[in-house]
């Protein structure tokens, strides 16, 4: 079986994924070429007074309904599914080569009877040189050239000497008639171009193709390092959160008085380096977050129900929203129970972190009111989430959700963080498919504080 598959090739899901998007172009190109060809046909009948043969009439005519046909074949095959993305199989590569095998044999005929040397259709076999160059590898377009070569040149000798039947439509002379130093200029010229063509297309193709193919590796070695690198974060922050906890803990045993009574304002320093070592801990499980988020290249997606993970969710942080004296509300507004197709734990990180964000950000006396409902077309789980906070300033929102990226109104109010709660969201709602957009100020706004709301789709199963 003949290697179709180009030398250097590092990356195959690229490679089809690039064959195919040529495959569709080159599919309605020929619709194009289709149209040209009928146009053609009614020039030359209606308008041109060229007399053609009753050759010339059926074989155009045949060729344009073939063309047709075998265009509407190849929509249907590579719409089908029939293409596989397999080396052993009908992949793309074999798919394009069929193509041009086609399509060639159609302008060897066509241009047959359109007078050979001295069709002007001749020259379009350049141009699937070139088309077969960018797709195909090189060895094998050289073979298809040399073929339509040597054929081309056998049906222009042939006819030059009388052996088959020659077919004209323009006032040219005929090949009969010509010199036969004069054909075989005209023919090398012809090859010349051809295969100076192919060289040039095909080297041209191929060196784009290898730097695409450096640029793949290199993208992956990039990845391959971020990886390494947020391993290195996650055990580093897990080895520096917890002497923290345990700093809170001897905290809260000297605030609740295990040392003996102390005073007010030893004990208002206390409470405050509880309430910084809590922040930093915050800060950390936020760093161990993302870095556990990126480095799920593959997630364990199951159906799961949306109600019984923000119970379980709301039942975790609750003591935040007292703690905070923030009025919490929850409704479930869907019309039917359905399930989504997704990670819990992920899930779960992404509705601690958006419900964490509303209370870090709306001050004491404030609401937070979180909805989960049907999207518009019904296909998807809506997740609004509103509060009365300080808000996003609208020309920031865009950059809200990059990583370590800080509102402007959060650095002025002095609110503790390092920017990569949203980033974890979004990160999560890519891995489900799902889409992400943040509306500030929302509804339930006021002069002081204008208040967020975020709304999240997911989609739901089947």
């Known amino acids: 079986m003949i290697n179709l598959i180009p030398a250097n090739t590092t ?13 569709k172009w080159f599919i309605k190109l020929r619709y194009a070429a289709v149209v040209m060809l009928a146009s053609l046909y009614v020039f030359i009948v209606f308008f041109s007074g060229e007399k053609l043969s009753n050759i010339q009439y059926k074989g155009i005519i045949a060729i344009f309904i073939l063309t047709l046909i075998y265009n509407l074949t190849l929509s249907y095959i590579f719409n089908s ?14 798919f394009a080569f069929l193509q041009i095998v086609f399509d060639l044999i159609s302008l060897m005929v066509l241009v047959y009877l359109t007078g050979l040397i001295n069709s002007p ?11 077969g160059s960018m797709i195909l590898p090189g060895r094998l377009v050289y073979g298809i050239v040399l073929a339509v070569l040597m054929i081309f040149s ?15 439509i ?24 051809m295969l100076v063509s192919v060289m040039f297309s095909n080297n041209l193709a191929s060196a784009l193709y290898k730097r695409d ?21 996650l055990a580093v922050v897990h080895e520096l959160k917890s002497p923290v906890s345990a700093i809170v803990s001897y905290l809260n045993l000297l605030i609740g008085g295990i040392a003996g009574e102390i005073n007010d304002k030893a004990k208002d320093i206390l409470l405050k380096m509880k309430k910084r070592s809590e922040e930093s801990i915050s800060l950390t499980n936020n760093i161990i977050e993302v870095s556990k988020v990126k480095l799920l290249d593959v997630i364990r997606k199951e159906k799961i129900d949306p109600e019984k993970l923000v119970t379980e969710v709301i039942d975790k942080i609750k003591d935040k929203f007292s703690g905070a004296n923030i009025l919490f509300t929850y409704d479930d507004e869907r019309e039917t129970e359905r399930a989504i197709y997704a990670d819990e734990s992920l899930i779960k990180i992404l509705f601690s972190n958006i419900i964490s964000n509303a209370i870090k950000y709306t001050p004491s006396g404030g609401k937070v009111t979180l909805k989960i409902s049907d999207s518009e077309k019904k296909d ?16 920031e929102i865009s950059k809200i959700s990059d990583e370590f990226y800080r509102a402007s109104n959060v650095k002025k109010n002095k609110v503790e963080g390092i920017g990569l709660g949203l980033s974890v969201v979004k990160k999560i709602i890519e891995q489900h498919d799902g889409s992400m957009k943040i ?15 975020i709304y999240i789709e997911i989609p739901y199963v089947g």
């Open 170 to 193: 323009s006032n040219t002379g005929s090949i009969v008639n010509l010199k036969t130093t004069y054909v075989f200029l005209n023919l090398i010229s012809f090859w010349l171009m």
């Open 439 to 453: 509306v500030s100020p929302n509804n339930k706004s006021n002069k002081d504080n204008p208040g967020t709301t």
């Open 154 to 168: 056998f049906l222009t000798l042939s006819v030059h000497f009388g052996l088959i039947d020659e077919f004209l």
């Open 11 to 23: 990356d195959l899901d690229y490679l089809w994924e690039l064959v195919s998007e040529r495959n």
């Open 121 to 131: 259709f001749y020259l379009f076999f350049i141009f699937h040189a070139i088309i």
């Open 380 to 395: 998807k789980l809506l997740i609004s989430l509103s509060d009365t906070g300080i808000g996003i300033p609208p020309d």
């Open 213 to 233: 193919q450096q640029l793949i590796e290199a993208i992956y070695e990039l990845e391959l390092s971020e990886k390494e690198k947020q391993r290195y974060v």
């Open 81 to 94: 599914g029939k293409i596989r993305n397999d080396i052993r199989k009908f992949n793309p590569i074999k």
